[in-house]
């Protein structure tokens, strides 16, 4: 019994090193539009960073904004919240927004609020030139 508590403990400081990344949101101009990337957890710790590259964004004069949730590992209800907000003050405003689909466990979340058919989830393809990609429904 005692070797297999050891073992335990081993095997958990073994896969430290595997622990996620710190959380952080790149900015990916393209062109007219502008990807914002939060790559990790997106929870009600780390939302606001979003929701303020976002406003920075809107402010700055972007007209086309499309949240990349590819690199998201996880999203909570406040997550859920950012991207309604976000989608209707875009109709208010005039914003252009899309959001590109994250991992399933991702959009699970959207699939059990019911949202996956109310946001603009947008697919990126290349474009004419084959290097700038063209965002479409």
Not at 61 to 89: H, K, Q, Y
Request: hydrophobic share 40%.
């Amino acid at each position: 019994m005692r070797e297999s508590w050891l073992s335990e403990i081993r095997v958990a400081g073994e896969h430290a090193e595997e622990r996620p990344a710190k959380f952080r949101v790149d900015v990916e101009p393209e062109r007219e539009v502008v990807r914002v990337c939060p790559i990790g957890e997106v929870d009600l710790g780390t939302v606001g960073h979003v929701r303020a590259k976002l406003d920075e964004l809107r402010s700055s004069g972007f007209s086309r904004v499309i949240l990349d949730l590819r690199g998201t590992t996880f999203l909570d209800s406040s997550g859920l919240r950012l991207a309604v907000e976000v989608n209707a003050d875009s109709a208010n405003d005039g914003l252009a927004f899309g959001i590109i689909a994250g991992p399933p466990e991702v959009q699970r979340a959207f699939e059990l609020a019911g949202l996956d058919a109310r946001l603009p989830f947008v697919r990126a393809r290349p474009g004419g030139d084959g290097r700038a990609p063209v965002y479409e429904s």
